[in-house]
């Protein structure tokens, strides 16, 4: 009686994933582009660790990330341990704790997996693949410039030609904001219009206030405070205070630098952006793929993060979202990535010496190859190879020890002898 096997559903928690050997060959190459970008600007890696103890880890997690991170008991000694929801925290951490005598300044760089608690919708990842870069100690706006003009020729590595950095500058609002002196719950409900872009809705609130004119003509420029270069000369226009515009001042110098780098073109300003309002400290700035609505990176300067851990020192930096340029570049990066491997070797009859030695001459010739152990037809052989990607099948022949070289893309074929390939005479 023939019985049908049930197999069990294997289902994943939402929000994570499994990436199959085409998407797993995507990642990998967009880690190992962005990690020659990041040794050309002289950082290092380093290689946080994936578990820490959530009191020393939620010293330098701004309150959006605290509530998103998974924490646990650990059985060993009973105190709660967490995923790090981002990796900056772990590396101002590393610095202020491991490397406080090391002179500064210090270049990290790291890529990895991070976790977060995400809202319950379809299409959230809980599990984020970064890699970024950290600059410690050094101050002023051409460190600033610098992660900028390296997020931008990391894009440009990777073959992106639309995209823009949008730079923001959370001084220019603390600025406007001193000035208002507003109570915490209206403070907060002007902030969540500005970040909407609501003008009217932030009309509204400031109409139950008693502005001057001057005030409320800042806060309402706010929303509309973005695009090129001229909205630093519109915003300067607008403003009085000396906090804003001091910030003001580093942008324009920041953009002065990026001009030397060549990169302007790829830059826009939002001074309304309020990301980050927090933990940031100065400039931030967010990179953007055209068709896609979630930023590919992220970064700013953040000079008191690494205090939290008992060593003051200025600091940058910027990660990608790996996922995110994956979503972006998915059908460029068809092109780019050659999934192809060089050569499938088989040989049948009880010996297969040859097939192993020329397997093993062509790896050490720094040819991907593999044997086709099981025992099966050419045929068979050749359509398990174009399913697998290979770019040629190789059959030993019994028993002359010839080669058979055949291309898969067009079956065209030929014959070498086996020691010439042993001498590394073939040329695939």
């Not at 059985?75 to 967490?82: E, I, M, S």
């Not at 050659?338 to 001459?361: E, F, H, M, W, Y």
């Not at 099948?393 to 080669?403: G, I, R, S």
Request: glycine share 8%.
């Amino acid at each position: 009686m023939n019985r049908h096997v049930i197999i069990p559903d294997a289902p994943l928690p939402r929000g994570v994933k499994d990436f199959l050997p085409n998407k797993a060959a995507k990642i990998e190459y967009l880690k190992q582009s962005l990690k020659d970008v990041f040794h050309r600007w002289a950082f290092r890696p380093i290689i946080p660790p994936s578990l820490e103890y959530l009191e020393v880890l939620e010293r330098g997690l701004g309150e959006g990330l605290r509530d998103r991170t998974f924490r646990f008991d650990d059985r060993q000694n009973g105190k709660l341990v967490a995923f790090s929801p981002d990796i900056t925290p772990q590396v101002a951490r590393i610095v202020a704790t491991r490397m406080k005598n090391a002179p500064l300044p210090i270049r990290l760089c790291y890529n990895g997996k991070v976790l977060r608690h995400t809202e319950q919708q379809a299409g959230k990842d809980r599990e984020i693949i970064q890699a970024g870069v950290e600059l410690i100690g050094l101050q002023g706006p051409e460190a600033d410039a610098e992660m900028i003009a390296m997020a931008i020729e990391c894009l440009q590595s990777l073959g992106a030609t639309e995209f823009t950095v949008d730079i923001g500058q959370v001084e220019f609002f603390h600025g406007i904001m001193d000035d208002l002196n507003l109570p915490g719950p209206q403070a907060l409900a002007v902030q969540q219009a500005i970040a909407r872009k609501d003008s009217s809705g932030l009309a509204d609130l400031l109409s139950e206030l008693s502005l001057e004119d001057h005030k409320y003509a800042e806060i309402m420029a706010l929303p509309r405070l973005f695009g090129g270069r001229e909205v630093l000369e519109r915003a300067a226009q607008i403003v009085a205070n000396d906090r804003s515009r001091r910030a003001l001042e580093n942008l324009r110098q920041i953009l002065a630098v990026l001009e030397t780098y060549g990169v302007e073109e790829h830059v826009t300003f939002d001074l309304g952006e309020l990301r980050g309002l927090g933990y940031h400290t100065g400039v931030t700035f967010q990179g953007f793929l055209t068709g896609m609505g979630s930023a590919v990176c992220s970064g700013g300067r953040y000079d008191s993060l690494t205090e939290r851990y008992g060593m003051p020192a200025p600091a940058t930096g910027f990660a990608f979202n790996l996922l995110n340029l994956l979503t972006s570049l998915d059908r460029d990066l068809e092109r780019t990535v050659v999934q192809s491997i060089d050569a499938l070797i088989l040989q049948n009859g009880p010996d297969k010496r040859s097939a192993q030695r020329l397997a093993r001459t062509l790896r050490s010739q720094g040819y991907a190859c593999a044997r086709d152990i099981i025992e099966r037809s050419l045929q068979d052989s050749l359509d398990y190879g174009r399913k697998m990607h290979f770019r040629y099948v190789m059959v030993v022949e019994d028993p002359t020890d010839n080669v058979r070289l055949i291309r898969l893309a067009d079956n065209a074929e030929q014959m070498i002898s086996l020691q010439a390939v042993l001498a590394g005479e073939l040329r695939l």
